[in-house]
T-cell receptor
């Protein structure tokens, strides 16, 4: 089954303790991205990757890191989490970047709810 | 600041009524998409519009892309409880390669 898998689904942790949220897709997609969703703000893009070893900042990259060493995986790293990073996080992928051709459907994972105390 | 402004933020209607959700911007978009999100799940694509003035229909849902490619609307005819969800518009600003923009969403509740 074609899917985007995020782990963990839920995590409660403390300020400053490094954490990684994994994202894996089995559709051989080139484009992957991370979003955070907060009430009243919708989805805001954190980082995106057009292909292996090609990553770029979205609108809210501060406090986050990503890597794209393999096509299928795109982990999100919080080196020193802080309470303002408490949020619902989504990973998404599409076959190619959103402009090739215009409007590629984004396939989303089921989300990771992160609480940082 | 949200590049894509959605209105209304919340809509509660009775089954059988019609509704329209709007997605507006002062910027031009290469394409615009509408997603629906249900609790505990990621958004799921409903439609993509790419041409100014384009109208697409998906059963009881009608999507329109403004002539200037700065706005879009989603109209639901004879809403059903299964239409309940968070509707999100998303767009690729003209000249952007990979930085997708999402609106804040419209929560639609359809009661029987």
């Amino acid at each position: 089954e074609a899917q985007v898998t995020q782990n963990p689904r839920y995590l409660i942790t403390v300020t400053g303790k490094k954490l990684t949220v994994t994202c894996s897709q089995n559709m051989n997609h080139e484009y992957m991205s991370w979003y955070r969703q907060d009430p009243g703000l919708g989805l805001r893009q954190i980082y995106y990757s057009m292909n292996v070893e090609v990553t770029d900042k979205g609108d809210v990259p501060e406090g986050y890191k990503v890597s794209r060493k393999e096509k299928r995986n795109f982990p999100l790293i919080l080196e020193s989490p802080s309470p303002n990073q408490t949020s619902l996080y989504f990973c998404a992928s599409s076959s190619v970047g959103p402009s090739y051709p215009a409007g590629q459907p984004q396939h989303f994972g089921d989300g990771t709810r992160l609480s940082i105390l | 600041t949200q590049l894509l402004e959605q209105s209304p933020q919340f809509l509660s209607i009775q089954e059988g009524e019609n509704l329209t959700v709007y997605c507006n911007s002062s910027s031009v978009f290469s394409s615009l998409q509408w997603y629906r999100q249900e609790p505990g799940e990621g958004p799921v694509l409903l439609v993509t519009v790419v041409t100014g003035g384009e109208v697409k229909k998906l059963k009881r849902l009608t999507f329109q892309f403004g002539d200037a490619r700065k706005d879009s609307s989603l109209h639901i005819t004879a809403a059903q409880p299964g239409d309940t969800g968070l509707y999100l518009c998303a767009g690729l600003p003209s000249g952007s390669w990979g930085k997708l923009q999402f609106g804040a969403g419209t929560q639609v509740v359809v009661t029987p």
